[in-house]
């Protein structure tokens, strides 16, 4: 049985406030190549209003969330000079239980990244 699921969540660490307005897509990767599966956007919190990958469509495999944090440093007057130091940060990971909640949030600032699975 499916119960699990896939959020996400990004937080502005230079500013520390949540990153609202993000764009983030998520592919399924199957025999190497992207296949797109849905585009959302965070919300004030810094949340997707629904999960990127409801239970209805969770499923074991490879996964790919891009997170478009240039347009979003250029929206909140942090992009600096061009190029970009970070512009699209693609996350990949696997989901192989599908009794979890899988968390994949981005910690971000114009110079770094991190994540980590969370719960």
Do not use: C, W
């Not at 949540?18 to 190549?33: N, S, W």
């Amino acid at each position: 049985m499916t119960t699990g699921y896939l959020t996400t969540h990004v937080l502005d660490t230079a500013r520390g406030v949540p990153a609202d307005g993000m764009k983030i897509d998520l592919f399924r990767i199957l025999d190497d190549q992207r296949r797109p599966l849905v585009s959302m956007v965070t919300n004030a919190d810094g949340r997707t209003d629904a999960p990127i990958l409801p239970a209805s469509d969770f499923a074991t495999g490879s996964y790919e969330l891009l997170f478009h944090a240039g347009d979003y440093l250029r929206a909140s007057g942090q992009a600096g000079d061009a190029p970009l130091f970070l512009d699209l940060v693609p996350i990949r990971f696997g989901i192989s239980d599908l009794s979890s909640h899988y968390h994949v949030p981005l910690l971000l600032s114009p110079f770094s990244f991190s994540t980590y699975r969370g719960s």
